[in-house]
């Protein structure tokens, strides 16, 4: 299954901390009240997730175990899936690499 790596590039977004996060929401505001994340943490992979019986939403019983896998992994503090099924976002750990994230999301693919 052919993934593709893009790094998630938005200026101005910041992952809040994981202190920050159990007690908000996934995304901080920064002191200007915009929402925050550090790009070099997050990256997108298209992925085949969509519905056989809708295509034009995203599968959710072939997409929870892929998520909840994914969260379970020590690179991986965040996983996210679009609407439509085709792009999964993946924030890494601070310790994380790039390298390590595509590893992780290509062998649960594959499977």
């Not at 505001?29 to 992979?45: H, I, M, W, Y």
């Amino acid at each position: 299954m052919k993934t593709i790596l893009t790094t998630f590039a938005i200026g101005g977004l910041r992952l809040c901390s994981a202190t920050a996060r159990a007690q908000c929401c996934p995304l901080a505001s920064g002191d200007d009240g915009k929402p925050t994340a550090n790009p070099s943490r997050v990256s997108l992979f298209q992925v085949p997730l969509k519905c056989p019986a809708a295509p034009q939403i995203g599968c959710g019983s072939r997409a929870k175990p892929i998520l909840l896998e994914l969260e379970r992994d020590s690179n991986i503090t965040e996983a996210w899936l679009n609407g439509a099924g085709t792009v999964l976002a993946v924030v890494g750990a601070e310790s994380s690499t790039r390298e390590s994230r595509v590893k992780t999301v290509q062998s649960l693919l594959e499977k």
